[in-house]
């Protein structure tokens, strides 16, 4: 087989191969996600087998501190009400923690109660989210 024969068989099966391995990562990167949930999306739907990502409010007055380090508190789907559910969270909490902060957990629904894994509550920066003031570019 002579020389430039070579290299463009050598150039497909590489080519081929980079489509294949990136289909596989694209796909397991898809299917490997949890799904991102408010509490009435949670209740309503048949998710208790499997994680999910629970994003809410949380609600003022919910938040307690438990003496095996564990935190309760319970989520809203926003501001002031609507449908909640319980949260139990054990790990550390980011200093950004307090009513009324949107946040996400990583999770399952349990008997009614959502446990949150430890380690994977995340706060949004309330600043990021919220509308610009008229007037400014």
């Known amino acids: 087989m002579?020389?430039?024969r070579k290299r463009q068989i050598r150039l497909i099966v590489s080519l081929a191969l980079a489509v294949l391995l990136a289909s596989g990562l694209i796909y397991t990167s898809f299917?490997?996600?949890?799904?991102?949930?408010?509490?009435?999306?949670?209740?309503?739907?048949a998710h208790a087998d499997r994680n999910v990502q629970l994003t809410g409010t949380v609600v003022k007055g919910s938040v307690k501190n438990l003496a095996n380090g564990?935190?309760?508190?319970?989520?809203?789907?926003?501001?002031?009400?609507?449908?909640?559910?319980?949260?139990?969270?054990?790990?550390s909490v980011p200093?950004?923690?307090?009513?009324?902060?949107?946040?996400?957990?990583?999770?399952r629904l349990t008997r009614g109660t959502f446990d949150a894994q430890p380690g994977s509550m995340i706060t949004k920066?309330?600043?990021?989210y919220s509308a610009a003031p008229s007037g400014s570019a």
């Open 2 to 4: 002579n020389p430039p």
């Open 31 to 45: 299917a490997a996600s949890d799904p991102a949930l408010t509490p009435s999306q949670l209740l309503h739907g």
């Open 70 to 91: 564990q935190v309760d508190f319970r989520l809203a789907d926003r501001v002031g009400g609507g449908v909640t559910v319980p949260v139990v969270y054990s790990g």
């Open 95 to 107: 200093a950004a923690f307090h009513f009324g902060r949107e946040l996400i957990v990583t999770g």
């Open 125 to 128: 920066c309330p600043s990021k």
